[in-house]
T-cell receptor
Framework: NAGVTQTPKFRVLKTGQSMTLLCAQDMNHEYMYWYRQDPGMGLRLIHY???????AKGEVPDGYNVSRLKKQNFLLGLESAAPSQTSVYFCASSYAFYEQYFGPGTRLTVT | TQLLEQSPQFLSIQEGENLTVYCNSS?????LQWYRQEPGEGPVLLVTVVTGGEVKKLKRLTFQFGDARKDSSLHITAAQPGDTGLYLC???????????FGGGTRLMVKP
C-alpha cells in the first residue's frame, strides 16, 4: 500500500496564478484533511471532508477551495495565489477520527 | 478558537539525558494526540490519550493527559539521537472532526 500520496512535491507559482494539489489515499478512509505548516505554527487545518461529496471549512480556509468527488482523492485548489500562501501543505486521512495518516507534503513557494 | 501551546519550542540535549515536553491549553479537549515529524516528511502518530489522568508508555516515552483534559506532557527517558525530530501535540474537538495542533517542540539529541 502506498498510504497517502501528494502531487506535486514542489511547486513555484507567481502571484495570481492558480494550481491544484492532489491527495490520494488507498486505505479506504472516510475522513480526509488539508493542512498548512508554517515555521513555529504547527499545522493549521484548511479544509476537511468526512466522506465522498462532502467538504467543510477548517481554521484557515480563505483563498482555498477543495473537492472530494471520489472517496480516495481530495483536491486543494488555489484560485489566485498570494505570497502569504507560501507554505508546506500536508494531506491526511483517517478511518476513525483519532488516528490521522499524513502524506509527505508539498512545498509551495509563491513569488 | 482552541489553542495549544507547547514548551519548550527548542531543546538540545546530550544522549542519555531525560526531558519533558509540555502541551497546555485553556480549553478542554476530547482527546490528545502526540506526533513526531522528521525533516521532509509528514507527522507520524505516536499515541492518543482520551481519558483525564491517562498515562501511556511507549518504550522510553511516557505520555500523560491532564486530569481536566486541558494539558499533556511527553517525557523521554535516556534520549537517543534517533529521538531527534519535531514533536507535535494535537487536541481533538468534541465534534470529533478537527484537530488543533500546537506549535511544536524541536528536539535535537546529540551523541
Amino acid at each position: 500500500n502506498a498510504g497517502v500520496t501528494q502531487t506535486p512535491k514542489f511547486r513555484v507559482l507567481k502571484t495570481g496564478q492558480s494550481m491544484t494539489l492532489l491527495c490520494a489515499q488507498d486505505m479506504n478512509h472516510e475522513y480526509m484533511y488539508w493542512y498548512r505548516q508554517d515555521p513555529g505554527m504547527g499545522l493549521r487545518l484548511i479544509h476537511y471532508s468526512v466522506g465522498e461529496g462532502t467538504t467543510a471549512k477548517g481554521e484557515v480556509p480563505d483563498g482555498y477551495n477543495v473537492s472530494r468527488l471520489k472517496k480516495q482523492n481530495f483536491l486543494l485548489g488555489l484560485e489566485s495565489a498570494a505570497p502569504s500562501q507560501t507554505s508546506v501543505y500536508f494531506c491526511a486521512s483517517s478511518y476513525a477520527f483519532y488516528e490521522q495518516y499524513f502524506g509527505p507534503g508539498t512545498r509551495l513557494t509563491v513569488t | 478558537t482552541q489553542l495549544l501551546e507547547q514548551s519548550p519550542q527548542f531543546l538540545s540535549i546530550q544522549e542519555g539525558e531525560n526531558l519533558t515536553v509540555y502541551c497546555n491549553s485553556s480549553s478542554v479537549f476530547s482527546s490528545l494526540q502526540w506526533y513526531r515529524q522528521e525533516p521532509g516528511e509528514g507527522p507520524v502518530l505516536l499515541v492518543t490519550v482520551v481519558t483525564g489522568g491517562e498515562v501511556k508508555k511507549l518504550k522510553r516515552l511516557t505520555f500523560q493527559f491532564g486530569d481536566a483534559r486541558k494539558d499533556s506532557s511527553l517525557h523521554i527517558t535516556a534520549a537517543q539521537p534517533g529521538d531527534t525530530g519535531l514533536y507535535l501535540c494535537a487536541g481533538g474537538d468534541n465534534a470529533g472532526n478537527m484537530l488543533t495542533f500546537g506549535g511544536g517542540t524541536r528536539l535535537m539529541v546529540k551523541p
